[in-house]
Every structure is written in C-alpha cells, then in structure tokens.
Nanobody
Framework: QVQLEESGGGLAQAGDSARVSCAAS????????MGWFRQAPGKEREFVAA????????YYAGSVKGRFTISRDNAKNTGYLQMNTLKPEDTAVYYC?????????????????WGQGTQVTVSS
C-alpha cells in the first residue's frame, strides 16, 4: 500500500534552519506531484509548498516564500522541505502529500495520499 512517512521534525530556535523529509513507498513517486502542508494548533491545515513530478515547477505560500525550499530526489523516492530563518509562527505539524497527475498545486483537495505528519516547534 501507499505510504508517505515524514521525518526530521523537532525543536528549533527562531532563526534556525531545519529540514523535513518525506519517504514514499508503494507508488510511482517520480510521476507524482508533491506538496507540503502544515497545521498549527487550533488552525486549519494550510498549504506550504508544492513541486511537480520533475522538480521543474515549484510553488510556495507567501508566508514561506524566500525562506523555505521544496525539492525532491526521485531516485530515492524522497521529498524535502528545507526551512530557513524559522519563526515561532512556523510551529505546526507538517504533512507531505502526493498528487497523481504530477502537478505542483496548492489545493489540498487535489492530493491523493497523505503522510501522518511530523511536528516542528520553533521557540522564540
């Protein structure tokens, strides 16, 4: 069955960098678009970043643009979210998701598979 497993979350200080990873299995990862979303306590899940199947197209939420970078290694069936200059408001559970048509999209409803999430906590 399809599995997306996030890792790399944890505690960070404001201004630090961190990277979360998403290991995919049970699907042809190299043909899927991939996205990162996050959900802070008491808030709705929101879009963070997305990348097309080839990595040629990326798309970011305004709140992270210029600080976060999404990437993927299709040979390793793994996606990444590099987070720089972290802020306390970046504290959330981060989820990766896979989209079957291979596009980079910010629409949650268009994703077919989701991971369980990894917590990222940024202290001030």
């Amino acid at each position: 069955q399809v599995q997306l497993e996030e890792s790399g979350g944890g505690l960070a200080q404001a201004g630090d960098s961190a990277r979360v990873s998403c290991a995919a299995s049970g699907l042809a990862f190299s043909t899927y678009g991939m996205g990162w979303f996050r959900q802070a306590p008491g808030k709705e899940r929101e879009f963070v970043a997305a990348i097309s199947w080839s990595g040629g197209t990326t798309y970011y939420a305004g709140s992270v643009k210029g600080r976060f970078t999404i990437s993927r290694d299709n040979a390793k069936n793994t996606g990444y979210l590099q987070m720089n200059t972290l802020k306390p408001e970046d504290t959330a559970v981060y989820y990766c998701a896979a989209e079957i048509t291979g596009r980079a999209t910010g629409a949650m409803s268009e994703y077919d598979y989701w991971g369980q999430g990894t917590q990222v906590t940024v202290s001030s």
